[in-house]
C-alpha cells in the first residue's frame, strides 16, 4: 500500500516489478522505483502518516486510525513499536542541528505525546509512544535540515532509503533496528 495525495491506495492485481540480470555473472536483481521500499506491503510514507495522524493528535485511537489508512490495529501498534526502536532521535536532531545550526535544538525533542485519553496504558507503552513520536519529528527535521530540497514527500522514506543505499541498511518492520548488511561479492 502507498499513499497516493495523502490517500492509502492498494495494487489490487499486484504492482509488476522488473527483474534485471548481469550479462557477466547472472547475478539478478529487482528494478523498484524511487517510491518502493523492498520488502514492505505497506510503504513508508504509509507508515510514517498513520504514526503521525495516531501520536499527534490527542483524540486518535488506534481503532480511528487503523480504519482511516486501511491496516489493522495490530499493525498500527508494530509499527509505533518499531519506530521507537528505529534510530536514537537525539542523533539525528544533532545531525539536523550540524546541518543547520539555526535550528533550535532543546525544542525539537518532544517531552510528551498529545493525549485527552490514555493511549498507553503503562508506563512502557507511553514511553514506546513517546520514544515512537521524538523518532518520527527527528526524522522530519533531518529532512528539512537539508540545503536542497528533497523530491520525496515522505521523510521517513527518504531516511530508510538513504541508509539503504549509503551504508545497505535495511530496516524491516519484523524486528526492531536494520538488519546486518549482506556482502556480495
Keep these: 500500500m502507498v499513499l497516493i495525495d495523502g490517500t ?15 550479462s557477466l555473472c547472472w547475478f539478478s536483481w529487482t528494478c523498484r522505483p524511487s517510491f518502493l521500499y523492498p520488502h514492505r506491503s505497506f510503504e513508508p510514507d504509509m507508515v510514517e502518516a498513520a504514526a503521525l495522524a495516531y501520536l499527534k493528535d490527542p ?8 480504519r482511516q489508512y486501511g491496516c489493522s490495529l495490530t499493525l498500527l501498534w508494530g509499527w509505533i513499536g518499531w519506530l521507537s526502536a528505529l534510530v536514537e532521535p537525539g542523533r539525528i536532531v544533532a545531525e ?10 532543546a525544542e525539537l525533542i518532544l517531552h510528551s505525546v498529545p493525549q485527552d485519553h490514555p ?27 537539508q540545503t536542497v530540497p528533497l523530491s520525496d514527500p515522505s521523510s521517513l522514506c527518504w ?17 526492531p533496528g536494520w538488519s546486518p548488511a549482506i556482502e556480495v561479492v
Design 119 to 145: 493511549k498507553g496504558f503503562s508506563p512502557k507503552r507511553q514511553n514506546v509512544l513517546l520514544r515512537a513520536f521524538q523518532a518520527l519529528i527527528a526524522i522530519i527535521t533531518l529532512d528539512r535540515a
Design 59 to 66: 483524540a486518535a485511537t488506534y481503532a480511528e486510525t487503523s
Design 96 to 105: 539536523a542541528v550540524r546541518l543547520d545550526p539555526s535550528l533550535p535544538a
Design 159 to 175: 531516511f530508510l532509503a538513504c541508509q539503504f543505499l549509503l551504508f545497505r541498511r535495511k530496516a524491516l518492520v519484523s524486528r
Design 8 to 22: 492509502p491506495y492498494r495494487f489490487h492485481d499486484g504492482l509488476w516489478l522488473q527483474r534485471v540480470a548481469c
